[in-house]
């Protein structure tokens, strides 16, 4: 079964930084995408970033510019990696940061709409 997991979340200031990982085996990355979702207090859930398996990204207007996603596959082509560097963080930034593969979501990042999803991971960001 395909289940992501996430890690990196924490408590940074604003202005700083963080890399949120999240690692998912068991899909062919070539039909498939990876992102980043997020939940915001009081907001829509939000995709932040995607990365296709032809490594095409696209990003939400909101993290543009500070937020860089990539993937790393290493040498077993069946586990696949994906990073999101986020810099330049701001308070509005804080939420529940959730990796999806496939991941399709309504106004709520939980429950999701399809795809397989991670169990979430905190951001906050302090001012």
């Known amino acids: 079964e395909v289940q992501p997991v996430e890690s990196g979340g924490g408590s940074v200031q604003s202005g700083g930084s963080l890399r949120l990982s999240c690692t998912a085996s068991?899909?062919?990355?070539?039909?498939?995408?990876m992102g980043w979702y997020r939940q915001v207090v009081g907001k829509r859930c939000e995709l932040a970033a995607t990365?296709?398996?032809?490594?095409?990204?696209?990003?939400?207007?909101s993290v543009q510019g500070r937020f860089t996603i990539s993937r790393d596959d290493g040498k077993n082509t069946d586990t696949h990696t994906v990073y999101l560097q986020m810099d330049n963080l701001e308070p509005d930034d804080t939420g529940v940061y959730y990796c999806?593969?496939?991941?399709?979501?309504?106004?709520?990042?939980?429950?999701?709409?399809?795809?397989?999803w991670g169990q979430g991971t905190q951001v906050t960001v302090s001012s």
């Open positions: 068991g899909f062919n990355f070539d039909d498939s995408d």
């Open positions: 999806a593969v496939d991941g399709v979501a309504g106004a709520w990042c939980q429950p999701p709409v399809s795809g397989y």
């Open positions: 990365i296709t398996g032809d490594g095409v990204t696209h990003y939400a207007d």
